[in-house]
């Protein structure tokens, strides 16, 4: 339910901006909005869980301005209910998220990794 409600916050956050389109988010982790330009990688990531927790991991890349994605998690997470920990590591509900950007010829590859909680 909160992720839900996560999710919604989100939307409204991204549909303020002007000419916004309806944000797209992860397949594997159900409240992370993809950032502009970016599109999630089909194959890419996993999904464990355990009885100690689940570590979920995705990709999506595209042509974008790794300075502009990285400032979108930074503005969009926190609304969310992520709380920042150093450089691209965020940490609620006892999960750490930690998102690697990569930027190579043009592209950008936003690697997710979600670890962590209980099941």
């Keep these: 339910m909160a992720r839900r409600a996560g999710a919604a916050v989100a939307a409204l956050l991204l549909s303020l901006s002007p000419l916004a389109a309806e944000p797209a988010y992860l397949s594997r982790i159900d409240d992370m909005p ?6 999630e990688v089909p194959g890419e990531g996993m999904v464990f869980d355990s009885a100690y927790g689940r570590v979920v991991t995705a990709v999506a890349r595209g042509q974008a301005d790794i300075d502009a994605v990285r400032a979108f998690y930074r503005r969009v997470l926190p609304a969310l209910g ?3 920990e150093t450089g691209d590591s965020y940490r609620r509900n006892g999960e750490r998220l930690t998102i690697r950007l990569r930027h190579h010829e043009g592209t950008v590859t ?10």
């Design 82 to 84: 992520w709380e920042p």
């Design 110 to 119: 936003a690697s997710f990794r979600l670890a962590g909680g209980s099941t």
């Design 34 to 39: 993809i950032a502009d330009g970016l599109e």
